[in-house]
């Protein structure tokens, strides 16, 4: 007999707890995991996330490498925005693997933690150790393509966001070995940009190649305006690295110093493998710059073989420094800070089961390796000292300069707190704003009391503080720190800011949580003067409160390039970009197109600018078509009538001063091609080769095959455009008109044109929004009254901001060195080399 007083049970109290059960629980299958949460498997969805999955893809080919069978990769940007990784390595297995039933390509492309670095013996060295690596680029891309040349066959699969839809077929006959991977990163996943920055990956490509003496890569950026292609090949490695690093530096001593070894030794009974590279040199600047690397990864928040180093280096200086009496009783203690200043080094270790703190690998765990460097690096360091006394005394010097130095800074430093504390806090001219919650407010670093003027007018005083800036800084690069904080503008910088200045690990004296805003914000003139400014407050910045940088506090405001007027419209625009969408715009006001012939109806205003949207990308996408020698019209010309598709790619003849090209539909039609070209004339997909025997005398023979990555692309706007009306049975220009373009419509002149061919109405377009247009090029602030500086250059909802980060430390060191350095001929050399390059010039 049940108690009618009985407490209700959980399930009447909550009523879903019933319906929890098993059905309840679901699995993602395959790489559905990676699309549902990137951020777990590539770092996140920004670009530094973007440029993760070339680097995953692109470490696969240095292992092959680092195993001893690959000495060339090659890296391709695509107009379409796709990118390219060949190697000539071994190519991932094709065979079945007996456990899954799946081909090995197959098996490492679409099954999480699978591939040859889990102690088969595939790899005694890799950087990749959780196999996810191209998997997980495979289910983030949009299309993803695997070419594997291995046992006398050309293997291709396919993929769309990490789904089969080609299996694994052969396709051709290879002459060698190696992987080809292409693919586009998928829109849906990388919202904030799929745009690859060809600076960042040809960094990376110089870094792999320093690392890897012997490896040559070659690097070709396809995009319309870019730089020519590079080819990175370094025979003494990771030595020319630190060399390249200390460029437009004087060298404390000219050879660096190398310190190297292997070892075989075993962790928890598991026998264990780690090459240990460390190569140093002394210069005669201020600042330290220290490169970790594990199996060729970056590690750019150090780990253990950084903190071996950096204590081996100071026990050892310090050791030194007291045998030979090099110490003065009043002289200050030497510190870590004190031992890396002009310091450049490269830490490159290679372990065979290392440990890391993410898939990012960001940061080294091993915990053998502290002590491992750490001993290594005071041996050899010892040794070394011992051997080069005159090299180590200078290294001394230099520690006890600098030791000098950093307490004459602390004096100055205190000085500037004991002034901003009798003085009120904060300086004179600093105009600031009313809220105190920094994560809100914003600090406009601006060039001059005009364009200061105008800014504090023109601001909205509740978060927006103005620091009107008068002349030159002082150059960081080439002072002392004690005579840096002499300049007053510095002092009032660092006294708006709020954070204090230091770099060191070992000074306390830049504290980030005090900073007073999380936006400072350089706003200069876009003139020689401007761009100066800019430059050197970076230069301190970057030197001195790194930590503003590093959190990402520091903006560069972009004012509008041009400033368009046409009859009562006036509008700024802020790039070409930009401009072209705009002249497209004004072109298509008061016009018709129609399609010839009596009777026929015009094009719909909504349909047309669809129309011309399409036009425009298929314009850009030509580019990729026209380096190959075929016109756009050509190739679009070429299109399947029913479905639409494009050939995939495109063989070049050449014979002496004549070439000819044919394209080529499907696998099908290369395989077909490649039977018809047996000899060794044949390259394929961009590399070259002649065949001496099979050519005419005093001519050269060459045959190329290129894949056409803008086709998939391409075949999409053709879909589009033919569900939007557009006849786009032909693009070549006709005999007869295929449209008439109309326009003046508002006015008595009504003017017609006849139209060949759809890439025409365009161009048409393009044309009629530039009459009447005039266009003037914005250089200075001061141009703008404070209302429109805050609408184009300060207001939230319409102003462009450009974040400064340190993506690759190394190139920033150098590229400020090289500009604001003491060192006059390598800045020559670099304006002579870039003064092509230059758009605008203001002389």
Sequence with gaps: MS???????????????????????????????????????????????LHHCVSEVLDNSVDEHLAGHCNKIDVTIHVDGSISIRDDGRGIPVDINKDSGLPGVELVMTTLHSGGKYGQGGYKFSGGTHGVGAKCVNAVSEWFEVEVSRNGEIHHMTFERGKTTKKLEVIGKATGTGTLISFKPDAEIFRETTVFVADRISQRLRELAFLNSGLRINF???????????????????????????????????????????????????????????????????????????????????????????????????????????????????????????????????????KFESQTKVKLLSPEVESIVGSLSYEGLMFYFEANTGVAKRIVEKALTAARAREAARKARETIRKGALSAGGLPGKLADCSEKDPAICELYIVEGDSAGGSAKQGRDRRYQAIL?????????????????????????????????????????????????????????????????????????????????????????????????????????????EQLNRILLELGAEDILVAPAGAGSPPLAPAVLDQIVEMLAAIEKLGHGITRYGASLAEYLDQQNKETHELPRYIARLREGNKESHQFLADDKARAAFMEAHPDPLLAVAGSETSNPKSQTPGATRRVTIHEIFEANELTKLLKALAKAGLDISSFAPSATPRYTFTENLATKHETKTNLF???????????????????????????????????????????????????????????????????????????????????????
Excluded: W
């Excluded at 460029?247 to 000219?254: D, I, M």
């Excluded at 209302?787 to 939230?796: A, R």
């Design 757 to 843: 061919s759809p890439l025409d109405i365009i161009a048409t377009i393009r044309a009629n929004g530039r009459k009447g247009l005039s266009i003037q090029r914005y250089k200075g602030l001061g141009e703008m009254n404070p209302k429109q500086l805050y609408e184009t250059t300060m207001d939230p909802d319409h102003r462009r901001l450009l974040k400064v980060n340190i993506s690759d430390a190394a190139k920033a060191d150098a590229l400020f060195t090289l500009l604001m350095g003491d060192e006059v001929p390598p800045r020559r050399q670099f304006i002579e080399d870039n003064a092509l390059n230059v758009q605008y010039l203001d002389v």
């Design 468 to 576: 009107p800036l008068r002349g030159k800084l002082i150059n960081s690069e080439k002072a002392q720190l004690d005579k840096v904080l002499n300049n007053e503008e510095i002092r009032t910088l660092i006294t708006a800011i709020g954070t204090g200045i230091g770099t060191g690990e070992d000074d306390s004296s830049f504290k980030i949580e005090k900073t007073r805003y999380h936006k400072i914000i350089i706003m200069t003139d876009a003139d020689v003067d401007g761009s100066h400014i800019r430059t050197l407050l970076l230069t301190f910045l970057y030197r001195q409160m790194k930590g503003i940088i590093d959190h990402g506090y520091v903006y560069i405001a972009q004012p509008p390039l041009y400033k368009i007027k046409r009859k009562k419209r006036e509008q700024y625009v802020d790039n070409d």
């Design 220 to 354: 070709l950026d396809e995009r319309p305006s870019v730089p020519k292609p590079e080819t990175f090949f370094y025979k003494d490695g990771v030595v020319e690295f630190v060399k390249q690093i200390n460029t437009g530096k004087t060298a404390l001593h000219a050879a660096p110093i190398r310190i190297a070894k292997e070892l075989k030794t075993t962790l928890d009974d598991k026998p264990m493998e780690i090459h240990v590279e460390i190569v140093l040199q002394y210069n005669d600047s201020y600042n330290d710059l220290v490169l970790c690397y594990t199996n060729t990864i970056h590690n750019p928040d150090g780990g253990t073989h950084l903190s071996g180093f950096r204590s081996a280096l100071t026990r050892a200086i310090n050791q030194f420094s007291k045998a030979n009496n090099l110490l003065k009783e009043k002289d200050p203690q030497i510190t870590g800070d004190d031992v890396r200043e002009g310091l450049a080094a490269v830490i490159s270790i290679k372990h065979s089961d290392p």
């Design 3 to 49: 108690d009618q007083n009985e407490a209700p049970s959980a399930a009447q109290n909550n009523p879903g707890a019933e319906s929890y059960d098993a059905n309840k629980l679901g699995q993602l299958k395959g790489l559905e995991a990676v699309r549902k949460k990137p951020g777990m498997y590539i770092g996140g969805t920004d670009e530094r996330a």
